[in-house]
């Protein structure tokens, strides 16, 4: 069965600063995508990046950027230049055949 | 683009009556839709998968006869509380997802169900 584990419950960084999340996902899948949610005090989930297994390349989206390392099956997103609108819960998500599995969630602080 | 809808944002019951929660996806078609439930600060757990036109697909542990999911048409999958406990207190999620998979799932807003 996939599983997707985020190690670090809770995270804090200064403003302005860089800030990396860890994900490691496991599964005997080939073919499959993954994702970065963010979850505000709103609690609406939202996108933040996305990344497909088959691409080497790592998926960037402005001030988010992701380090995918497919052998060792790991996922971590970096945020850099840290602002107080990105504090917020950060889930991991795996997509794979049949269907999305979610990380235990970091929450991340953002310190002024 | 991708714009999920969610309905009621928050409701407040008494116990043994029935709530419904309405997810719709305006923008595009999704002939499958999730259910999610949400304890304050875990991660989501499926409860259900909603298919257009058949019966939902429901993970372990999860009782149908109390989350009733109907998806009606390819915009349209409704929760239905069945004679709601405090224990059913909790916040609920849709998602949905467009025809690519890369696209990944896009979200309700969230419904807060507060049993009393």
Known sequence: AQTVTQSQPE??????????LSCTYDTSESDYYLFWYKQPPSRQMILVIR???????????NRFSVNFQ??????????????????????????????????????????? | GAVVSQ???????????????????LDFQATTMFWYRQFPKKSLMLMATSNEGSKATYEQGVEKDKFLI?????????????????????????????GQ??????FGSGTQLSVL
């Open chain 2, 70 to 98: 109907n998806h009606a048409s390819l915009t349209l999958s409704t929760l239905t509380v069945t004679s709601a406990h405090p224990e059913d207190s909790s916040f609920y999620i849709c998602s949905a997802r467009p």
């Open chain 2, 101 to 106: 998979d890369v696209l990944g799932l896009f």
């Open chain 1, 11 to 20: 995270m804090s960084v200064q403003e302005a600063e860089t800030v990396t």
């Open chain 1, 51 to 61: 990344q497909e297994a088959y691409k080497q390349q790592n998926a960037t989206e």
């Open chain 2, 7 to 25: 309905h009621p944002s928050r409701v407040i019951c008494k116990s043994g009556t029935s709530v419904k929660i309405e997810c719709r996806s």
């Open chain 1, 70 to 112: 497919k052998a060792a099956k790991s996922f971590s997103l970096k945020i850099s230049d840290s602002q107080l609108g990105d504090a917020a819960m950060y889930f991991c998500a795996y997509r794979g055949r049949n269907q999305f599995y979610f990380g235990t969630g970091t929450s991340l602080t953002v310190i002024p």
